[in-house]
C-alpha cells in the first residue's frame, strides 16, 4: 500500500481524486497504528507482570533463607544449597555467595537460553543478593522439623514465582538443561545427581541429621516450586474415538461447557479389521471435571475409546473461561 501511495506520488497521479485508494491508505496507516499500539500495550504489560513476579520471589525467597534456613544451617538443593553450605562452613557472607555462584550459571543461560532470560536472571539473582543483605528478617522458629518445612516451602515459593516471570534465581535448572543435551538425557535426573552430590557433602561435612532435614527443606521446596508453575487446577487432554463423534462434541459444548477439536483419522484393528474414516474428538477439562466426562461419553457410547493425558497449562480457549458445571 505504501509502495502505491509513493508510485502515484513520483508519476504526479492527483491523488486526491482517488477517494478508494485514500480511503485504504487511511485504513492501513490506522490500522498499522492499532497493531503497533497493541504490541506496546502486551509488551508493556507483561514486562510489568514479570516485574511484580520476580519483586514477589525475591522477597519470599529471602524469608526462606534469612528466616528459616540460615540460622539454623539448613540446606537446600541447587546453587542455593551450596551458597548455604559454603555460608555455614565459612564467613563468606550468603548475599556474595548468592551472586558468585550463580555467575557461571547466568552465563550459561546466555548462551542456552537466551539473552532476554539471562538479563532477568541476573536482575533477580542481583535483587535476591540485595535483599538478603539489606532487609532485615526475624528468626521465625528454632523447631527443625518447622524450619525445614516453612523454609522449604518460602523458598520454593519464591523460585516458582521468579520463574512464571521468566527467571530463576537459582541456577541449577540452567546447568541441568545444558548436560542433558551433551549426555542425552532428561533434565530431572541431572538435578538429583547434583542435589545428591551436595547433600552427601553437607552429610559429611556439617551432620547426618542436618543432612535429612535439608533434604525435608527440598522436598518442600520442590513441591511448592511445581505448584506455583504448575497451578492449582491440573489438566487432562482427552482423546475420544467413538462412531457416535457428533453426539459426544454436543455433550461436551453443552454439559461440560467446553470447546474441542475434530480429527480426521482412520480406525481399524488386527490384520483384517474394518478400517475406515472416523472422527476423532479431543478436548481438554479439568482432573475435577473428568469422572463426569467420562461418565457422559459411557452413557453415549460404552464402547468408544478414551486416551487421557496430564496437560501441564493451558492458555486461550474456553478452559479457563467458562464455570464448572455440576
Do not use: C
Not at 163 to 178: H, K, N, S
Not at 261 to 270: D, K, L, M, N, P
Request: charged share 20%; hydrophobic share 50%.
Amino acid at each position: 500500500m505504501l509502495f502505491a501511495f509513493l508510485k502515484k506520488v513520483m508519476t504526479g497521479t492527483p491523488i486526491r481524486k482517488d477517494s478508494h485508494f485514500i480511503h485504504r491508505l487511511r485504513l492501513y496507516l490506522k490500522s498499522d497504528w492499532r497493531k503497533g499500539f497493541r504490541e506496546y500495550k502486551i509488551f508493556t504489560l507483561r514486562g510489568l507482570k514479570d516485574f511484580i513476579l520476580i519483586s514477589m520471589g525475591i522477597f519470599s525467597a529471602a524469608f526462606g533463607l534469612k528466616g528459616f534456613l540460615l540460622t539454623n544451617q539448613f540446606i537446600d538443593g541447587g546453587a542455593t544449597g551450596i551458597s548455604l553450605l559454603i555460608s555455614n562452613l565459612t564467613d563468606i557472607p550468603l548475599p556474595l555467595l548468592i551472586l558468585t555462584i550463580n555467575i557461571p550459571f547466568v552465563l550459561l543461560g546466555f548462551r542456552v537460553i537466551g539473552h532476554t532470560f539471562a538479563v532477568k536472571t541476573a536482575l533477580a539473582i542481583l535483587g535476591l543478593a540485595l535483599v538478603l543483605g539489606t532487609v532485615p528478617y526475624p528468626d521465625v522458629t528454632q523447631d527443625h522439623l518447622l524450619v525445614a518445612i516453612f523454609g522449604g516451602f518460602f523458598l520454593g515459593a519464591g523460585i516458582g514465582l521468579s520463574v512464571r516471570g521468566g527467571a530463576v534465581i537459582d541456577g541449577t535448572e540452567v546447568l541441568a538443561i545444558y548436560l542433558s543435551r551433551k549426555l542425552s538425557t532428561t533434565i530431572g535426573d541431572i538435578i538429583i545427581l547434583i542435589n545428591v552430590l551436595i547433600f552427601s557433602t553437607a552429610a559429611y561435612l556439617l551432620s547426618v541429621e542436618i543432612a535429612l532435614y535439608s533434604l525435608i527443606t527440598y522436598l518442600a521446596a520442590s513441591k511448592t516450586l511445581d505448584f506455583f508453575v504448575e497451578g492449582l487446577e491440573e489438566y487432562i487432554g482427552v482423546t475420544i474415538i467413538s462412531t457416535r463423534s457428533e453426539t459426544i462434541r454436543n455433550m461436551i459444548v453443552n454439559e461440560l461447557g467446553r470447546g474441542f477439536t475434530i480429527y480426521q483419522g482412520r480406525r481399524g484393528f488386527g490384520k483384517k479389521g474394518e478400517i475406515k474414516d472416523i472422527e476423532i474428538v479431543y478436548t481438554v477439562v479439568t482432573r475435577l471435571e473428568l469422572n463426569k466426562l467420562n461418565s457422559e461419553i459411557l452413557k453415549i457410547d460404552d464402547d468408544a475409546f478414551i486416551v487421557m493425558s496430564n496437560v501441564k497449562d493451558t492458555k486461550g480457549g474456553m478452559i479457563k473461561k467458562r464455570r464448572l458445571k455440576n
